[in-house]
């Protein structure tokens, strides 16, 4: 009987297996860039420069 | 008059398909991102800028699509280019992409080099909101490192040296990161360094600490209505309380997340919130509860095709049973967990599934035989030989390969 008592104990697992290894980290960061934006700053270049031209 | 007809053809259709490529990222298509930007690449473009972007795109792509060698290509293509051409923003831009993507391949040396990089060119622009985003880069940088060391089986706080000195660097970027985001007042950013810095500190063992962070990181997640960055936090806040013996405030944050991720209808979230339940009603004694969340937890393994989730789950149930006494009911569980465990290759759960079965049919043993008083005895003692080996084996790490020595022989006197 004490046997079996010993296995019951040793049976239930010590708390170190018990915690969770699931940690959730935040996502990263990545930095982006983009046509589009590069687009319209060129864009917006060429309107700046029309401008001017015509002020001029 | 011909050629530039055909050139300026040529930058039209590279630009088309670049932006049919932007599009699609935009939308979560990055398969189909790719296959356009490549194709962009191919009709190729003089405007070094476009190309700049492009490269930097599909590294972005690759990095969604988990494809860390050709995001590594790419973005070092958009590095060399920057530099090329002069363009520090770019060149900015390009080492904190590159510097993520070494990280996630664990060339842990070589991605502080490119953070480094980062930060100093924000700097030097006075682009603050560059700086921040490099300072949280390098506190991803040194926490992926210091994880990495950690040897597992050990408890957060118990880490080796090099381990902890990593994750201390890491605190420190963070609450650099967090200083800066805090005076531009940018609260999505805030709330991502609170969660990280969370995580450092439970691995540096600060729980009370953790909590802080991570009920921080909650309070921002409502604020924005993130329920995938609620769930986080709250299933982060579950861990933190275990290792502060407040079992049941923990079993509350994971009750929360089942919820949220029941919401979300995230399965595989369900089956790691119903596992870590699970673990927590046992640590509470509470085996009937416990058992409830793992055959929930067991079941979506099962639906998901994930062997080894329902290894784990079969291996906590034969726990819980044995606790609960129902050695028959254990039985099952520690065979299936043999069975898996086998055939995933999983060497110290295979062990440990012996160890399970072996101990269960001395218990069985002893409970059919005890009409027999001689044959009692010869268990008895044999019994106590094997436990002598068990507990010990059970004391140390489970990959103990010491004790592969002795299962063969153990396992054939029980059969």
């Not at chain 2, 510097?99 to 682009?127: M, P, S, W, Y």
């Not at chain 2, 089986?153 to 994750?167: H, I, K, S, T």
């Not at chain 2, 004694?285 to 290894?311: C, M, P, S, T, V």
Request: charged share 25%; with cysteine.
């Amino acid at each position: 009987l004490s046997g079996r008592q010993e296995a019951e104990s040793t049976a239930v697992p010590s708390k170190q297996m018990l915690h969770s290894e699931n940690m959730e980290m935040e996502p990263e960061t990545m930095e982006t860039k983009s046509v589009t934006d590069y687009f319209s700053k060129m864009h917006m270049g060429t309107v700046m420069t029309s401008c001017n031209t015509k002020q001029k | 008059d011909q050629s530039f007809h055909v050139r300026y053809r040529m930058e039209a259709s590279c630009l088309e398909l670049a932006l049919e490529g932007e599009r699609l990222c935009k939308v979560g298509d990055y398969r189909a991102g790719v296959s356009f930007f490549e194709a962009a690449i191919q009709v190729g473009t003089e405007d070094l800028q476009v190309l700049s972007a492009i490269y930097s795109q599909l590294g972005n792509a690759y990095f969604h699509l988990h494809d860390y060698t050709k995001a590594l290509e790419y973005h070092h293509h958009d590095l060399t280019l920057t530099r090329t051409i002069g363009d520090r923003l770019g060149e900015a831009k390009a080492s904190g992409n590159l510097g993520n993507t070494l990280k996630v391949l664990g060339r842990f040396d070589e991605a502080v080099v490119c953070c480094q990089r980062h930060l100093d060119i924000a700097r030097d622009l006075h682009d603050k909101v560059g700086e921040a985003r490099a300072l949280y880069n390098f506190g991803n940088v040194y926490h992926a490192k210091g994880k990495s060391i950690c040897y597992s089986g050990a408890d957060p706080g118990d880490f080796p040296e090099e381990a902890m000195v990593a994750l201390r660097k890491a605190a420190e970027y963070y609450e650099a990161n967090l200083f800066i985001v805090k005076e531009i007042e940018d609260r999505a950013a805030q709330g991502r360094t609170y969660g990280n810095l969370g995580n450092t500190h439970y691995l540096l063992g600060n729980f009370r600490n953790a909590v802080i962070f991570h009920e921080q990181r909650l309070l921002i997640a409502k604020e924005f209505g993130d329920k995938a960055a609620e769930r986080r936090a709250y299933c982060n806040l579950g861990n933190a309380f275990i290792f502060l013996g407040e079992f049941e405030v923990a079993a509350e944050h994971y009750k929360k997340t089942l919820q949220l991720a029941r919401q979300l209808k995230d399965r595989a979230v369900e089956a790691q919130a119903c596992y870590s339940l699970g673990n927590t009603y046992t640590l509470l004694q509470d085996y009937e509860r416990a058992i409830d969340y793992h055959l929930k937890h067991l079941i979506i393994a099962q639906d998901l095709n994930d062997r080894i989730g329902e290894g784990r789950a079969c291996w906590s149930l034969g726990n819980a049973y044995t606790a609960l006494g129902n050695h028959d009911q254990a039985m099952h569980f520690a065979e299936k967990h043999l069975e898996i465990s086998k055939e995933t290759g999983d060497r110290s759960g295979e062990l440990t599934a012996r160890m399970n079965v072996s101990d269960l049919q001395m218990v069985l043993g002893l409970t059919y035989s005890t009409n027999s008083s001689l044959l009692s005895e010869n268990k008895e003692a044999d019994y106590n030989h094997d436990e002598t080996r068990s507990r010990t084996g059970r004391r140390h790490s489970m990959e103990n390969l010491e004790l592969m020595k002795l299962t063969p022989d153990k396992l054939n006197v029980h059969k």
